[in-house]
């Protein structure tokens, strides 16, 4: 018994990392350009509309004005790769990006301050892209609260 509790104690301390926020922090983020990109794919440029819409939900529940005079960029990128006639997997990334000075030469690059993605297989399209972006824009949130308290 002692030695299981001694196992499940050494597994909570190993796993508990792995639920920590990202590396990014989303301090002072008031204004974005919204972007989805579907590499031209017609059946993806069908739910540019809708993917759009839902970022600016996110972004009104946060106070973040979107401005298409914004260098900050928050935006999707999704992309879908068939397997074959019956197996589809989509690659869907929410990022935020945006311009910075580099020190060494104060050369002005465009950085990447935040990054998260979910692949997945399609079982219906639409549906399927909907929750997994909502899951991504969720954990957005999240740590866009944590970080602005």
Known sequence: MFKMIKILLCLSCITLPLFAQTPFILEKFSTAHIVV???????LGRYKANISELL???????????????????????????INKNLSIIDL?????EPTIRLEDKE???????QNSLIFVVKDIEEDIEDNLITLLEELQTQYQEDNE
């Open 37 to 43: 990109k579907t590499h031209s794919n017609e059946l």
């Open 56 to 82: 600016h939900e996110y972004a009104q529940d946060l106070n973040i004005s979107v401005t298409n005079k914004s260098n900050r960029v928050l935006g999707v990128d999704i992309q879908i790769k068939k």
């Open 93 to 97: 990334e929410l990022f935020i990006h």
């Open 108 to 114: 002005e690059v465009f950085s990447i301050v935040y």
